[in-house]
């Protein structure tokens, strides 16, 4: 029997791992609670994946109870290693910081988390915005959250949040999905997500999605304190985003903005 379904038709047990796959195969290891974290299940859900992907030969068990790729996963062409979105971005988000000189990041959306993949950070400026590389924040809370969880539609953006509060930290979670459903909608109209003082106290943020990157949702972020942020800023930066968005999206041949 098939789990509930998320979204455009998404068998949530299969996405998950899918998910820790990948995770496996970028960390080199995973633990059973690094995986739970990742997912936001709890850590018997957890367990009852890897065991099931030891199973069929897709992980295994070493050191330290710490799962790794299997042989299925690993055999002569399984697994091709392509460039990770990291690697792929890193181009254009060094162009932007060329263009705007304020700290800038690529992050990936991951259930309802934002993971910070990369950053350079502005290093001309006495009063900035230190890097967030490797920080996880809720996503709702930051520009490149909102921006990616505009491209979603209703019904995906609901079945992450239920799954997120149902999980072992949603009382932790602060979020009204109807505010959030309107923010989202603001967000699509004006094509860039922002986030003033949200995720943290001081910080002015904008963000644009570029888009499915191997499966993987990445937008690009420009972060600065927000005593020094301007209308006039706010302005130039969602140009220099758009442009580089659109550079990335042409550069990486994206069928589409989806």
Same mark, same amino acid.
Not at 50 to 58: E, I, N, S, Y
């Given at each position: 029997?098939?789990?509930?379904?998320?979204?455009?038709?998404?068998?949530?047990?299969?996405?998950?791992?899918?998910?820790?796959?990948?995770?496996?195969?970028?960390?080199?290891?995973?633990?059973?609670?690094?995986?739970?974290?990742?997912?936001?299940?709890?850590?018997?859900?957890?367990?009852?994946?890897?065991?099931?992907?030891?199973?069929?030969?897709?992980?295994?068990?070493?050191?330290?109870?710490?799962?790794?790729?299997?042989?299925?996963?690993?055999?002569?062409?399984?697994?091709?290693?392509?460039?990770?979105?990291?690697?792929?971005?890193?181009?254009?988000?060094?162009?932007?910081?060329?263009?705007?000189?304020?700290?800038?990041?690529?992050?990936?959306?991951?259930?309802?988390?934002?993971?910070?993949?990369?950053?350079?950070?502005?290093?001309?400026?006495?009063?900035?915005?230190?890097?967030?590389?490797?920080?996880?924040?809720?996503?709702?809370?930051? #520009?490149?959250?909102? %921006?990616?969880? $505009?491209? +979603?539609? =209703?019904?995906?953006?609901? /079945? !992450?949040?239920?799954?997120? &509060?149902?999980?072992?930290?949603?009382?932790?979670?602060?979020?009204?999905?109807?505010?959030?459903?309107?923010?989202?909608?603001?967000?699509?109209?004006?094509?860039?997500?922002?986030?003033?003082?949200?995720?943290?106290?001081?910080?002015?943020?904008?963000?644009?999605?570029?888009?499915?990157?191997?499966?993987?949702?990445?937008?690009?972020?420009?972060?600065?304190?927000?005593?020094?942020?301007?209308? #006039?800023?706010?302005? %130039?930066?969602? $140009?220099? +985003?758009? =442009?580089?968005?659109?550079? /990335? !999206?042409?550069?990486?041949? &994206?069928?589409?903005?989806?």
């Amino acid at each position: 029997m098939l789990s509930k379904t998320a979204g455009q038709g998404r068998v949530e047990s299969v996405h998950r791992a899918l998910v820790l796959l990948k995770l496996m195969a970028e960390e080199g290891s995973l633990s059973v609670t690094e995986a739970a974290t990742a997912l936001e299940v709890n850590p018997s859900t957890a367990q009852r994946l890897l065991a099931t992907l030891v199973g069929d030969g897709f992980a295994v068990q070493g050191t330290g109870k710490r799962y790794a790729p299997g042989p299925e996963f690993l055999r002569p062409g399984a697994l091709q290693r392509l460039p990770s979105v990291r690697e792929r971005l890193r181009p254009h988000l060094e162009r932007l910081f060329e263009r705007v000189g304020e700290t800038v990041h690529v992050a990936t959306l991951v259930g309802t988390e934002i993971h910070h993949l990369d950053g350079i950070e502005a290093a001309n400026h006495a009063l900035r915005f230190g890097l967030r590389t490797g920080v996880t924040l809720p996503a709702h809370e930051t #520009s490149a959250g909102k %921006a990616l969880l $505009a491209d +979603l539609p =209703t019904d995906d953006v609901d /079945a !992450r949040y239920h799954i997120a &509060l149902s999980g072992p930290r949603g009382r932790e979670l602060r979020v009204d999905l109807g505010n959030l459903h309107e923010e989202l909608e603001r967000t699509r109209r004006r094509g860039i997500g922002t986030n003033f003082e949200e995720s943290e106290s001081g910080v002015a943020a904008f963000a644009v999605s570029i888009g499915l990157i191997d499966g993987e949702r990445a937008a690009l972020s420009i972060a600065m304190p927000i005593a020094r942020c301007s209308r #006039s800023d706010a302005a %130039a930066f969602a $140009a220099h +985003l758009f =442009t580089t968005a659109s550079e /990335a !999206r042409k550069d990486l041949d &994206l069928a589409g903005h989806m």
